[in-house]
Every structure is written in structure tokens, then in C-alpha cells.
């Protein structure tokens, strides 16, 4: 629980954010309407990406590298950076619209866990939070 709660906290800091190689805009964080868990189609989510200003952010994600060593020839020949992870309060038609897109994660805040908040250890991942889900938390007691 208290790794879960500085997760939490770290992914809030403009800072740690950043430093950990996110592009984030000047008004981050920020709280999504309830309205966004609605959208249904990857073109409407890519739409309100680049109204909040995470153009940056979706083109860093969309570049991938090849990986070094051996694990070229085992199937694993390209690495991908994280992108923006969605907590949403419960499952909808958003899960299907943005698996089309490379890199960003979305959850529901009931499996919300570390290795999702801190990649690798790394804490500070680029999280958007809807208002639905803040109040889902509230009602689970991390924030006592």
C-alpha cells in the first residue's frame, strides 16, 4: 500500500515526470472529465491527446529502437517507450480504442498496481486520471 501511495504521488510531480523522460504540457496534472471514459473510437482519443497538449508525447511513443544483443534473433527485435498511462473507474469501450495505440496503458482503478505507476522501478509515468476514478480511489481509502 505505501509503495502504491508514492507511486501515486510521484506520477503528481511536474518534475519527476519529465525527468523521467515524459513531455508534459504546462497545465499538467490535470483531472479528466467523466466524459472521457465514453470515447469509443482511437481517432476521438487521439483528437483529445493533442487538445491537452500531449502531441510531444505521442510522437516519443510512436518511435521505437532496435534492441541490442541477442534478443533480436528471440523475437524481440524492437523496445518501445512507455507512454501515458489512463486510470478510468470502471471497464468501457475506451479499453478498445486505445489499444490501437502503441505504448499507452489504460486500467481501472480496482487493479491499479506499482509495476504500472513505476515502469521498471522508475517512478514518475505520465498518468491521466479521471474524475470518476479520483472518487473510486477515495471510496478505497488510499488516500487516508
Known amino acids: 500500500l505505501k509503495a502504491i501511495r508514492s507511486a501515486i504521488s ?4 511536474k518534475e519527476t515526470v519529465v525527468e523521467r523522460g515524459h513531455f508534459a504540457p504546462d497545465s499538467y496534472p ?5 466524459k472521457f471514459e465514453s470515447l469509443d473510437k482511437t481517432k476521438k482519443v487521439l483528437q483529445s491527446f493533442e487538445k491537452l497538449g500531449l502531441q ?3 510522437q516519443r511513443i510512436y518511435h521505437k529502437n532496435i534492441r541490442a544483443g541477442k534478443g533480436k534473433s528471440r523475437g524481440r527485435k524492437y523496445k518501445s517507450s512507455k507512454g501515458p498511462l489512463i486510470v478510468v473507474s470502471k471497464n468501457s469501450g475506451l479499453e478498445k480504442a486505445v489499444a490501437n495505440i502503441p505504448g499507452i496503458d489504460i486500467i481501472d482503478v480496482k487493479n491499479l498496481n506499482t509495476e504500472l505507476l513505476a515502469p521498471g522501478g522508475r517512478p514518475g509515468r505520465l498518468t491521466l486520471w479521471t474524475s470518476a476514478a479520483i472518487g473510486e480511489m477515495e471510496k478505497q481509502g488510499l488516500f487516508k
Not at 510521484?10 to 510531480?13: F, G, K, S, V, W
Not at 490535470?30 to 467523466?34: K, M, P, R, S
Request: proline share 0%.
Open 10 to 13: 510521484a506520477t503528481m510531480l
Open 30 to 34: 490535470f483531472v479528466l472529465d467523466e
Open 56 to 58: 510531444e508525447e505521442l
